[in-house]
């Protein structure tokens, strides 16, 4: 299968008429410091202290969290991490998961320079809030992993 990779505005799009989640992959305090209106977060990567480390509960929460029918839209900082989310959902049996290029930043081009802006440039709806149940910590918590 391939994997549908969409724009910022088309990700808003999928989430307003067709019911998409969006479903942000990046580190919990990344989340935090802002994130699309309304996203859940299940990092891919935990930040600690040595640098970015692998969840292993990653699957398994989103297992909890959503049916392998949800219509998903994945996001991070600028595309990485969401692909290679979106392809483990993909793997472990979702059928309706888009990944949105560009992430929360956008992404940048080999000398560091802004290629293709993401979400937060393109003026879409953040929040700095979670909304109730969409934290990390209640989704891992509710999925028995906290």
Known sequence: MTLRRV????????????????????????????????????????????GMDSNPDFLDVVKKTFPPDQ???????????????????????????VDQRAGFVGAADQFGRLAEPGWQPKNLPTSTAPEIGHSYEELAKKAGKA
């Open 71 to 97: 219509k998903i839209v994945v996001g991070c900082k600028a595309g990485g991490r969401s692909l290679r989310a979106a392809q483990q959902l993909e793997q472990a049996g979702y059928t309706q998961v």
């Open 7 to 50: 724009s910022p505005e088309e990700a808003l799009d999928l989430m307003e008429k067709e019911g998409y989640v969006y479903l942000d992959v990046r580190s919990i305090p990344e989340f935090d410091q802002g994130h699309p209106t309304g996203a859940y977060n299940v990092p891919l990567l935990h930040m600690t202290p040595g």
